[in-house]
């Protein structure tokens, strides 16, 4: 019995060890498309990791931020940062993202939580306009606020997006 337990406390131990283990950064963009049946759409997703980690503390994990682009209809643009192991951005009154392409001055947008609730990611406002300085940028860099971790700066290497989804005039 004893040896069991043993081995049973050395696979958690290797276990959460391999969950805290920081990912694997993956350089440029990665593409996806979903059809949605039922509307007869085809959502489209870009989305690639910062270059550097987010540290945040126990109970999370250092991570890349990702930056997604999404869009599912031709007036339908989402442009969110995600925390992909979970942790949380500090938006309870007031949520924003300071945002520096290239060398544009740095612009402060303001950005909204997730409709279901989730913590772990915040929506750009500004869509179109942002869109269009990403897709001829080459680098971005961004800071937002953690929930009791404070702002935290990382940047993106943002050349060469191919971007088929929609991009909605600017409003």
């Known amino acids: 019995m004893r040896r069991i337990l043993l081995f049973t406390c050395a696979m958690s131990t290797l276990l959460v060890s391999y969950a805290n283990a920081a990912p694997t950064k993956k350089l440029g963009w990665e593409y996806h498309e979903r059809r949605d049946e039922l509307r007869g759409t085809i959502m489209h997703v870009a989305c690639t990791n910062s270059l550097q980690l987010i540290h945040l503390g126990f109970?999370?994990?250092?991570?890349?931020?990702?930056?997604?682009?999404?869009?599912?209809?031709?007036?339908?643009?989402?442009?969110?940062?995600?925390?992909?192991?979970?942790?949380?951005?500090?938006?309870?009154?007031?949520?924003?993202?300071?945002?520096?392409?290239?060398?544009?001055?740095?612009?402060?947008h303001s950005a909204s939580t997730s409709s279901d609730g989730s913590s772990n990611i915040i929506f750009v406002d500004e869509e179109p306009a942002l869109l269009e300085k990403i897709k001829s940028g080459k680098k971005l860099l961004v800071e937002t606020e953690y929930f009791t971790n404070g702002t935290q700066q990382v940047s993106f290497d943002i050349s060469g997006l191919h971007w088929t989804g929609a991009a909605p005039a600017s409003k």
């Open 59 to 108: 109970p999370y994990h250092s991570q890349h931020l990702r930056l997604c682009i999404r869009s599912k209809a031709a007036d339908d643009l989402d442009i969110y940062f995600v925390l992909p192991l979970g942790g949380q951005f500090s938006c309870a009154s007031d949520c924003r993202a300071s945002i520096k392409i290239d060398a544009l001055e740095v612009e402060s």
